[in-house]
């Protein structure tokens, strides 16, 4: 009876994305998509690919981008949650997933972003994409340029919303960066982690396509996709205990299987790396000689110390070096780097901070001299 019980409390805490048989390591014969991609969502570490830079459909993981760049509208004041979206008789055309927006039909932008979000509404997309750049071909050029910047190399957007298209490509790996980018928009967590919402005066229901929200511990978001083309995809994202991680896993042959795929990878990562805080290295704080100065030493201060994403069987092992040359030469100014202090494991350089003068330094001057002179002789008479 009691193994039993056991056995049953154990299989809850792998149903809810805690420590499973093969959280300690993961290959690519335990992922059954064809191409996935574990990272770091703080540095962008890859932690496991497979396939990672294969050219595939996401469906709608495109809305991703979509996303990014409504938050950079509404970040610079562009466009207000508030404000009023109306539906072109090309957005409201969209098939797949969708509200059913009427032409003519208005919302908020919150609203639109909701629909997107949480039910993978296809035309909400498309509304908000015409509401920012006044066409969709205007604000796809906008998309392919942000790939760009970010370092999308295997990314070609051909749409806003990831409808099947000829050319519509991208790859585990540029998914993972523009995840990534995305949460750094911390409000759109309040939508990603929705499972349930409505529209319309709640003659609308919007169910969360992430079936993960139920059952994965620590989940954040962050948006499914699936078409003919691209099979079954999702990029996930999660935290525990300061660990951010993003799973992204492309193609998969059933839904069930992305879930159960992502799940793997986020299960592998947590059993296996931590945000790691070491102790603050002495004589760091400290006085530097100063040449040609007012003073002839400036005080000095660094940061906390860094978190460093480690392996957990490593965590600890991190030695510190400070860097802080013999003099330095005025003049100095509060805040100006003199040095750092760097952080190695197993002889690798995982990190650094800046170490600052905490102080100004004068540099000394013939006007500076004869102010002294002339004080001084003040003094004397």
Known sequence: MKKHICAIILSFVISMGGISFNAAAV???????PSAVLMDSTSGKVLFEKNSHEKRA???????MTVILVMEALDSGKIKLEDIVTASEHASSMGGSDIWLEPG???TVDDMLKATLIASANDAAVALAEHISGSEDSFVRKMNEKAASLGM??????????????????????????TRELLKHKA??????????????????????????????????MKTGTT???????????????????????GCSTGKQRFTDAAALLDYGFANYMMYTPEISEGAATTINVERGVRSAVNTKTSPAPCILMEKDKAGSIESKII????????????????KVEYYSDS???ADTPIVAAEDVQEISIAFIFSKIFTLSVGAS
């Open 153 to 178: 190399k295997e990314t070609t957007f051909k749409n806003c919303n990831g409808l099947d298209e000829e050319g519509h490509l991208t790859s585990a790996y540029d998914v993972g960066l523009m």
């Open 228 to 250: 003919s083309q691209a099979g079954s995809c999702i990029t996930a994202t999660a935290e525990r205990d300061g660990l951010s991680l993003i799973s992204v896993v492309l």
């Open 324 to 339: 802080l040359p013999e003099t330095v030469t005025a003049p100095i100014n509060k805040g100006d780097n003199i040095g």
């Open 348 to 350: 690798k350089l995982m």
């Open 58 to 64: 996401c469906a709608s993981i495109t809305k991703v």
């Open 27 to 33: 290959s690519d014969k335990d992922i059954e998509a």
């Open 105 to 107: 039909e208005t919302m």
């Open 188 to 221: 759109v967590l309040k939508y990603t982690g929705t499972r349930i919402s409505e529209l319309r005066g709640g003659k609308t229901q919007l169910v969360n396509t992430n079936k993960l929200l139920r059952t994965y511990n620590g989940i954040t978001g």
